[in-house]
């Protein structure tokens, strides 16, 4: 079993700042990338930053220059530092992460987390 467990949502004001975290536990075998993505209300669940093994991290367009997301290989943990918060980053933000599990090391799979709610409103 695969867990990905996300921390640090919640309400901030426009041009304010969270920090994301997600933590990944279980019978993991190594884990290939992870990321971020979000899904506001009425709209479609969009990729928000994924970072993958060895490589650079990919952001899409709207959040460049403001979010950053970084990757603790020895926790298993990816972190979204938030910041210049608009009301449109308003969405439930969710963690995912390619990985293959210590059953099967060489079928990759893709697992998320519940979600975390972030809200940017003044």
């Known amino acids: 079993q695969v867990q990905l467990q996300e921390f640090g949502g919640g309400l901030v004001q426009p041009g304010g700042s969270l920090r994301l975290s997600c933590a990944a536990s279980?019978?993991?075998?190594?884990?290939?990338?992870m990321g971020w993505y979000r899904q506001a209300p009425g709209k479609q669940r969009e990729l928000v930053a994924t970072?993958?093994?060895?490589?650079?991290?990919n952001y899409v367009d709207s959040v460049k220059g403001r979010f950053t997301i970084s990757r603790d290989k020895a926790k298993n943990t990816v972190y979204l530092e938030m910041n210049s918060l608009k009301p449109e980053d308003t969405a439930v933000y969710f963690c995912?992460?390619?990985?293959?599990?210590?059953?099967?090391?060489?079928?990759?799979?893709?697992?998320w987390g519940q979600g975390t709610q972030v809200t940017v409103s003044s």
């Open positions: 970072v993958p093994d060895g490589g650079s991290a």
């Open positions: 279980g019978s993991i075998w190594s884990i290939q990338a």
């Open positions: 995912s992460a390619e990985l293959s599990t210590e059953s099967d090391p060489m079928l990759l799979g893709d697992y």
